[in-house]
């Protein structure tokens, strides 16, 4: 179960940050510092340009943003314990189906956005800031592939 949103957008900026964690330990007795392997993580920021390219797109453009915006609250279960949801992330083929969960996102019009008259809405939304942390369906390892490329 779940919903897709597809947007016709144009890609403004992508990183796909890799990290480890590592914590020093010191022996009485010497100087220089060891270190011992804690964890990894990643995480993948972008952003993208939403445009209604004429009045009728709108709409599906504005319902598409608040849903993708509302993802980001909690759904509740029957006995009104809230849970996170979990989204699925595909950008070309770089990222395909992977699941994760968005930690931030941000909507912003900027000064030379045209808006639509008759609905009073501006036709450009620059969606930056989005912060997806994956959760792997494999164990992350050496030698182990992260990027698709097929």
């Not at 990222?95 to 009073?120: A, H, R």
């Amino acid at each position: 179960k779940g919903t897709t949103l597809r947007f016709r957008a144009y890609l403004e900026n992508f990183s796909d940050n890799y990290s480890a964690g590592w914590t020093d330990i010191s022996y009485m007795g010497r100087a220089e510092k060891f270190h011992r392997y804690e964890s990894f993580d990643r995480d993948i920021s972008f952003g993208f340009t939403v445009v209604a390219d004429n009045p009728k797109h709108l709409t599906t453009m504005y319902e598409k943003l608040n849903l993708l915006a509302s993802s980001l609250a909690p759904t509740y279960t029957s006995q009104g314990y809230m849970t996170g949801n979990l989204h699925r992330l595909t950008i070309g083929n770089y990222v395909t189906d992977l699941y994760g969960i968005i930690k931030g996102i941000n909507y912003e019009v900027t000064d030379d956005t045209p808006y639509d008259i008759d609905q009073k809405v501006p036709m450009y939304i620059k969606v930056s800031g989005i912060k997806f942390t994956p959760i792997h369906n494999f164990r992350p390892e050496y030698k182990k592939p992260f990027i698709s490329y097929s």
